[in-house]
C-alpha cells in the first residue's frame, strides 16, 4: 500500500519535483506511465520503472470463501447426520469394521480360555453331583466343595491336626490369597494409571515439537509402548526412534531452510548498506558503478534520496 500511494504521488504531483528537493523533476520518454525523477541515470530508469511495476499491487476480484466450517448461527449437523452422508459413510464403516475386528481378536484368547474353565467346572460338577444347567450352578458348586471334608481330612492328616483347624486354616489362607491378589490388582491399576498421566504430559511436549505426533496412534505400535516402558514415558524418545528416518528428513529440510534464509538476508544487508563517502576532505572520492539491475525498489529510491542530498549540499 505504501508503494502504490508513493507512485500515485509521483504521478500527481511529479510536473513539482519531490515536493522540497530542490526542483528535482521526472521524466518520461520510454518509462510512460510510471513518473521517474530526474536524479536517476538513464541507464537506471528501466530498472526503475520495472521495480515500480513490480511493487505496484493489482486490483483482484475478491472470491467468495469456499471453506466448509458452518456459518454463524447455521445448524450444525449432528454426528447421526454425518455419519450417514456421503462424505463420512465409508470412512465411518470402515472405522467401525477395523475397531469390531481389533476387540474380536483381544477376546478370542478369552474365548478359549474361558471354554477350559468351563470343561473344568462341569467335570468337577459332575463329581459332585450338581447340574451344570442351573442358574445357581455355581454356587450350588462352591457349597459342595466347601462341605467335601476329604480336603480337609487330609491337610488335617499332613498337619497333624483336627478337621476343623484344618478347615479354618484352609479357609484363612484362602482369604490372605485373595486379599493379596486384590492387593497387587490394585497396585498394577495404580502404576498403569501413573505412567498414562506421564504419557499425557509429555505428549504435549512432542506434540509441539513434532506437530503430527499423534499419542492413540502411536500406542497401537508395540514397538512404541515397549519403548515408553523402557524409558519411564519419554514420548518423545519414543517417537523419534519409530520414526528415525522421517525425523532426520525434516531435520535437514529445516536446517536447508534456515541457511538459505540466513544467507538471503545477509546478501539484502550488504546490498542495502550505504557506501561511506566521509574518509577525508582532501581524499579524492572513490568512484563505483552501480549495478542497478540487482537493486530492488527501495534500493533504487534510496539512490535518488542519496543523488537530491548530494545535490543540495553542492548548491
Request: charged share 30%.
Amino acid at each position: 500500500m505504501r508503494d502504490y500511494l508513493f507512485n500515485l504521488n509521483l504521478q500527481l504531483f511529479g510536473e513539482g519535483g519531490d515536493g522540497g528537493a530542490g526542483g528535482d523533476g521526472a521524466v518520461g520518454g520510454e518509462t510512460s506511465g510510471v513518473e521517474i525523477p530526474s536524479v536517476i541515470p538513464e541507464r537506471a530508469r528501466k530498472n526503475y520503472k520495472e521495480a515500480v511495476e513490480k511493487h505496484t499491487p493489482t486490483v483482484q476480484k475478491e472470491e467468495a470463501p469456499t471453506t466448509t466450517e458452518p456459518q454463524e448461527g447455521a445448524k450444525k449437523a449432528t454426528y447421526a447426520e454425518l455419519i450417514k452422508s456421503d462424505d463420512y459413510k465409508e470412512e465411518h464403516e470402515a472405522y467401525m469394521a477395523k475397531t469390531i475386528g481389533d476387540r474380536l481378536k483381544k477376546y478370542k484368547g478369552v474365548e478359549a480360555q474361558n471354554a477350559q474353565m468351563l470343561g473344568l467346572l462341569e467335570t468337577v460338577a459332575s463329581k459332585y453331583g450338581v447340574d451344570t444347567t442351573a442358574e445357581n450352578f455355581l454356587e450350588s458348586l462352591a457349597e459342595k466343595v466347601n462341605a467335601d471334608d476329604s480336603y480337609y481330612e487330609s491337610y488335617a492328616m499332613e498337619h497333624d491336626i483336627s478337621p476343623e483347624e484344618a478347615r479354618k486354616l484352609v479357609t484363612m489362607e484362602r482369604k490372605v490369597q485373595m486379599m493379596e491378589a486384590q492387593e497387587k490388582e490394585r497396585q498394577r491399576q495404580e502404576a498403569l494409571r501413573q505412567h498414562m498421566m506421564v504419557l499425557q504430559r509429555n505428549a504435549e511436549k512432542t506434540k509441539a515439537r513434532f506437530p503430527g505426533f499423534d499419542l492413540e496412534s502411536e500406542m497401537k505400535d508395540e514397538k512404541f509402548r515397549q519403548l515408553c516402558l523402557q524409558t519411564n514415558g519419554d514420548t518423545t524418545a519414543a517417537y523419534m526412534a519409530c520414526h528415525w528416518e522421517s525425523v532426520m528428513s525434516g531435520a535437514v529440510q529445516n536446517a536447508a531452510q534456515q541457511i538459505t534464509s540466513q544467507t538471503a538476508q545477509a546478501v539484502a544487508a550488504n546490498k542495502a548498506r550505504p557506501v561511506e563517502n566521509g574518509i577525508s576532505g582532501s581524499v579524492a572520492a572513490v568512484t563505483t558503478k552501480e549495478d542497478f539491475s540487482k537493486m530492488s525498489l527501495e534500493q533504487l529510491r534510496a539512490y535518488a534520496d542519496a543523488e537530491r542530498r548530494k545535490k543540495r549540499q553542492g548548491s
